[in-house]
C-alpha cells in the first residue's frame, strides 16, 4: 500500500471518527436538555472536564504557531468554544437531533469552501460546484421535511456558519490539530465557567450522579478533547476542502441515532434529504482540488 493510500485512510479514519462522536454528542445534548441538565450545566461539563485534560498543552505549548495572535485565538474560542456549544443546546430546546444534524454541519461544509475561494483564492472546479449546490438543497429541503421552522433551526444555522470561521482561522494560521483542540477547551473554561457560576441558571445539582458522570464523560473528553483533534486532523491530512466537507456526513448518522435513541420520526422527506446531502458530500470530495493560477500545491494545502 503506497504512503498516499495509507494518508488518506488516516484522514479518513480521523474524519469517520470526529463524525461519529459528533452526531452522538447532538443526540445527548437533545436528550440532556429535554431531562435533567440544562444548556448552560452541559457547557459547563463540557469545557470544564476538556480545561483540566488540555490546560498542561495550552500552557506548554500555546499556539504552537507564531501566525495566529491574541484575537485569532479569541474569535477560535468564540466560534468553536462555548458560546457555539451553548447556541447548539439552545437551540435544540425546540429543534429536534436531526434538524441540528443537518443544519450545523452543512452549513459548515458549504460556508467552508465559499470562504475558503472568497478569502483565500481556492478554485473550487465543476464538480464540487454542483457538489455544494446538491448539498446546500438537500439542507433546505431537510430542514423543511421536518415540520415547522422554529427559532432553534435558524440558531442552528449561525452555528454552521461559526463553525466555518473556525476551521477558516485553523487554516490560516496553520494551527496544529492538539494546540487548536487546547485553545478553545482552555480559552472556553477561563471565560465562561466564572459566568455560569455567578450569574447563569443552573439544574445540575438536582440531576441524577449517572446524567451528569455520562454527559461530563462524552461531552468533556469525547467531543471536547477527541472529536475536535480528530477533525483537525482530518483537515490536516486530507486538505482543506475534503476536511471541511466530511463532516456533511453527519446528517445521516445523527438521523439514525436520533430514531434509535430518542426515537425521533424520521419520514421519507428526512431519509431523501439525507441522501441528498450524501451525494452531494460525493461531489464535493470527487472534483479535483483546485487551486489559484501560480500558488504551489503545497501552500494551496497548507504544507509548510
Known amino acids: 500500500m503506497s504512503m498516499s493510500v495509507r494518508t488518506s485512510l ?22 440532556g436538555v429535554t431531562t435533567s441538565l440544562n444548556a448552560y450545566d452541559l457547557t459547563m461539563l463540557r469545557f470544564g472536564v476538556a480545561a483540566v485534560i488540555l490546560a498542561p498543552v495550552a500552557l506548554r505549548h500555546g499556539a504552537g504557531t507564531d501566525k495566529l495572535g491574541t484575537a485569532g485565538g479569541g474569535a477560535m474560542v468564540v466560534a468553536f468554544g462555548a458560546p457555539y456549544v451553548l447556541l447548539i443546546a439552545l ?3 425546540t429543534a429536534p437531533a436531526a434538524a441540528a444534524g443537518a443544519l450545523n454541519p452543512g ?17 473550487v472546479g465543476g464538480p464540487r460546484s454542483v457538489g455544494l449546490a446538491v448539498t446546500a438543497f438537500g439542507i433546505v429541503l431537510f430542514t423543511h421535511a421536518g415540520g415547522a421552522v422554529t427559532t432553534g433551526h435558524l440558531i442552528l444555522i449561525a452555528t454552521g456558519v461559526l463553525w466555518a470561521g473556525y476551521a477558516l482561522i485553523v487554516r490560516r494560521a496553520a494551527v496544529p490539530a492538539l494546540n487548536a483542540t487546547a485553545i478553545v477547551a482552555v480559552g472556553s473554561a477561563v471565560v465562561y465557567l466564572p459566568v455560569y457560576v455567578v450569574a447563569l441558571p443552573k439544574q445540575i445539582g438536582a440531576a441524577p450522579l449517572t446524567d451528569i458522570l455520562v454527559q461530563a464523560g462524552f461531552q468533556g473528553v469525547l467531543v471536547s478533547v477527541v472529536a475536535i483533534y480528530a477533525f483537525n486532523r482530518s483537515a490536516e491530512v486530507l486538505g482543506p476542502v475534503a476536511g471541511a466537507s466530511l463532516p456533511a456526513l453527519i446528517p445521516v ?7 434509535v435513541v430518542l426515537g425521533e420520526p424520521a419520514g421519507r422527506g428526512e ?6 446531502l450524501t451525494a452531494g458530500l460525493v461531489m464535493i470530495l470527487v472534483g479535483r482540488p483546485g487551486r489559484r493560477a501560480g500558488t504551489p500545491m503545497t ?4 504544507v509548510k
Open 10 to 31: 488516516a484522514g479518513l479514519g480521523w474524519a469517520i471518527t470526529a463524525i461519529t462522536i459528533w452526531s452522538g454528542s447532538l443526540v445527548m445534548l437533545r436528550l
Open 91 to 93: 437551540a435544540m430546546k
Open 107 to 123: 452549513v459548515m461544509a458549504v460556508v467552508s469552501v465559499v470562504l475558503g475561494r472568497v478569502v483565500l483564492g481556492d478554485a
Open 253 to 259: 448518522a445523527t438521523l439514525g441515532l436520533g430514531v
Open 271 to 276: 431519509v431523501a434529504s439525507a441522501i441528498l
Open 299 to 302: 501552500q494551496h494545502f497548507g
